[in-house]
């Protein structure tokens, strides 16, 4: 034991982060196994099961992001590297997405090289199918940026050299789905849903964590005008957490609720982001929105949300909260939340 435990950066890593991932492997497995054996009731927990260790296997790629696992940061890497093979990541680099949510760190701000918004007001019509889609819950805002994802070599000029990996990828991954859908049709089916409950976590948990929009400068040097603004960043950060104590209940969700500890101290591990937030700000409760609300928000407002207008807010002072007016808006329901913020599209 204690030769495995001299490769985590913590003591107490192996038992939490070799848990984690422990889990997330296993209920991958499992889980897509069950798709094939499985019937009635068993069929829909092994959906379940499947989506639940590809979130997992997310969080701890986010993990890995900040070299919170092991002490050496190329093991990291590599950690980070086979995970999105697993959630379905690997077309452009660990390091693309590695460099980019470091950027929102650094920068304070949601930095990307795809603006939605304009892409939208060119093609009113996929607007419309993107909204009619949400509507009926199926995240197709983030069907597109996975699209993007899939062909980011193709698509984004600064990683043209990237188009061999990318097309290896696309071959692998695509000729896998696709014999999956030639002799069990059935399973891709239930695997393509397992992947958008996975989408539709992560989606879930990032809407309401800031109160900024995004910014296209990935690829730009323009000095970042909040960077390095520590009092700036955690007012403008807020915490979601599926229980607003420190709770195994979060867990579902590796504490990524606990965002405002997370960007206090980045480099804390999932497990002590609870004491840091109680530690740091005292009462969990006061920066947090409670899960309740959290559902409403993503419930009512899951059509406008995609280009933010067009719902009861729009002539309301919480469409344009900020800071703590947001949040206590958040509290009772009354922001939109933003989509396509996933740290798994890196651009």
Known sequence: MSSVNRFFRKPEGFRYHGSALAYAVSAYILGFAGLF???????????????????????????????TVFKDNAHNARLGEY???????????????????????????????????????????????VQGLEWFYIPAHEFIMHGIMILSAYVIPQRREQ?????????????????????????????ALAYIMMMTVLRFMDSIQHDYGFNTTLYSEEPAPRKGQRDWENEHTFSNPQVARDSVLNWLTLNFGWHNAHHVKP????????????????????????????????????????????????????AHAEGREFLEAAKVGKVYGGNAASFLTSF
């Open 37 to 67: 054996f499985a019937s009635g009731l068993g069929l829909a927990l092994s959906t379940l099961l499947l989506a639940h260790g590809m979130i997992i296997a997310a969080y701890m790629i986010h993990e890995a992001a900040h070299n």
């Open 83 to 129: 995970l999105s093979w697993m959630c379905g990541s690997a077309y452009g680099t660990y390091e693309d997405m590695r460099f980019k949510h470091f950027r929102h760190h650094v920068d304070n701000d949601d930095v990307v090289w795809f603006d939605y918004e304009i892409f939208f007001a060119r093609y009113p019509r996929v607007l419309k199918l």
């Open 163 to 191: 188009r061999t990996r990318n097309l290896t990828v696309i071959c692998v991954r695509g000729g896998l789905f696709l014999a999956l859908l030639v002799w069990a049709p059935g399973v891709a089916c239930l695997y």
């Open 267 to 318: 480099t804390t591990p999932w497990y002590q982001l609870p004491q840091v937030h109680k530690d740091v700000f005292g009462d969990p409760a006061d920066l947090c929105v409670p899960f309740s609300q959290q559902l409403k928000i993503f419930h009512r407002y899951r059509v406008v949300r995609v280009i933010q207008e067009g719902g009861d807010l729009d002539d309301q002072p919480e």
